[in-house]
């Protein structure tokens, strides 16, 4: 896979998602200052491995809005301290999302 863009385009892109989203500025801080980032968001991956279920399982939770999620790009993360809720409660979306 080649990606063809300039260097002064890809400074624009990453400068607007800095400007945008919090998590990353915050994240991308602590790398910088040789910090681990926090760990309150957790990749599907990370938060299903930690549970016990499959991440298809953790996916439709977010789908199904029983499991509030935020997108990083075209990252999903899940807050690392929220259980899946069952069926009959809805929780909403972070980041102004659709319920």
């Known amino acids: 896979m080649v990606i063809d863009i300039d260097g002064r385009t890809l400074v624009r892109e990453l ?31 990370e938060y299903a491995r930690a549970r016990s279920v499959s991440p298809s399982t953790v996916r439709a939770a977010i789908r199904e809005g029983r499991l509030p999620s935020l997108r990083v790009g075209r990252a999903v993360r899940v807050p690392s301290d929220v259980e899946i809720a069952n069926r009959t409660t809805r929780l909403g979306v972070l980041n102004g999302g659709r319920r």
């Open 15 to 45: 400068v607007a998602l800095l400007r945008e989203d919090a998590v990353l500025r915050r994240e991308l801080a602590a790398a910088l200052a040789g910090e681990q980032p926090s760990r309150a968001h957790v990749t599907i991956a």
